[in-house]
């Protein structure tokens, strides 16, 4: 990806986010070419979130900046009119924290937004409390984080309710989920969210994580991706489908305000010839009315 930023009217914008409107985000606007911005199915029967093209818009050009001078993955996206996984949970991160308000990300390791540092420094400014909680030692090369917690959330607890609680490609790790959704219940109130962003269980990434042992995990991650061997733990996917979401979260006293599965064309990784001809069977799926096989899942809950 590019590391160029975007202009200072973006930033502007972002720093001063707009009002959430009672509309799902699915029963807005479609795009043309194959762009995810609404897509047709996961209409959750009762929301209060919504995310716009123009909020996705400003998350990616405040990311890659002048497209002129970006990498040619973000061209390739934005030629083919995808917006990827992580911009729509960065840009709904962002619409969601106001000024002032008490975020607890779970797991968040070594960086808030990994694709997107800008919009991480922005938005843990905008905060009034911003506590990172990851029993991993990668916790504390944080610098976003303005209090770091080293432990499990399955034994976190606080004294003052948080607002926003995110979970950034979590939930497949968590090997005890009841007793995770409990501390997060008892760290929020009336009203608070809990934003899901992890991956599908079902799709064929997924499905391979859990066939391949784990001792080659890494090295597969490192052909496609790039990673640091700290940065690759366990999967158990006890909370990666929809279903198993909602009853979870219910339990905990949480329903469900926005739900969208996501294509990912990221599997290609950095090689450019491959992600064209993902790009273009997603395409080509998606006008036959198909969904693309590999595919992220972005939830909000609130807390009844």
């Known amino acids: 990806m590019a590391n160029r930023a975007g202009g200072d009217s973006s930033v502007m914008q972002i720093m001063r986010p707009a009002q959430m409107c009672p509309v799902s985000m699915t029963s ?5 070419r194959g762009g995810n911005v609404a897509p047709p199915t996961d209409r959750p029967a009762h929301s ?3 995310l716009t093209r123009e909020d996705l818009e400003r998350t990616f050009r405040l990311k890659h900046g002048n497209l002129v ?12 009119d995808y917006f990827n996984p992580d911009d729509y949970y960065e840009a709904l991160v962002a ?7 008490r975020w607890l990300d779970v797991g968040c390791g070594r960086k808030i937004f990994p694709s997107n540092p800008r919009l991480a420094q922005i938005v843990a400014g905008r905060c009034g409390l911003l506590m990172g909680v990851d029993p991993s030692d990668t916790l504390d090369d944080n610098r976003y984080v303005h209090r770091k917690v080293k432990q499990p959330i399955e034994d976190f607890s606080s004294d003052e309710p948080f607002d926003v609680v995110t979970l950034r490609m979590v939930a497949e790790h968590i090997a005890e989920p009841r007793k995770a959704l409990a501390s997060l219940s008892r760290a929020t109130r009336p009203g608070s969210r809990v934003v899901v962003y992890t991956v599908n269980k079902w799709a064929p990434v ?36 929809r279903r198993r979401l909602m009853n979870v979260l219910r339990a905990a006293g949480f329903q469900e305000r926005y739900f969208v599965r996501l294509d990912d064309c990221r599997a290609s990784g950095r090689f450019r010839r491959l992600r064209y001809v993902e790009l273009c069977c997603r395409l080509l799926l998606r006008h036959c009315g198909l969904r693309y096989p590999e595919s992220c899942l972005l939830a909000v809950y609130e807390r009844r």
Do not use: C
């Open 206 to 241: 997924s499905i391979a994580a859990r066939l391949i042992p784990f001792r080659f995990h890494h090295r597969l991650k490192t052909l496609v991706w790039k990673v640091e061997k700290r940065d690759t733990f366990r999967v158990v996917y006890r909370m990666n489908t």
């Open 95 to 101: 619409k969601l924290i106001q000024p002032g308000m």
């Open 69 to 80: 001078r970006a990498g040619w993955a973000p061209r390739m996206q934005r030629a083919f």
């Open 48 to 50: 209060q979130i919504t």
């Open 28 to 32: 807005g606007p479609r795009t043309r």
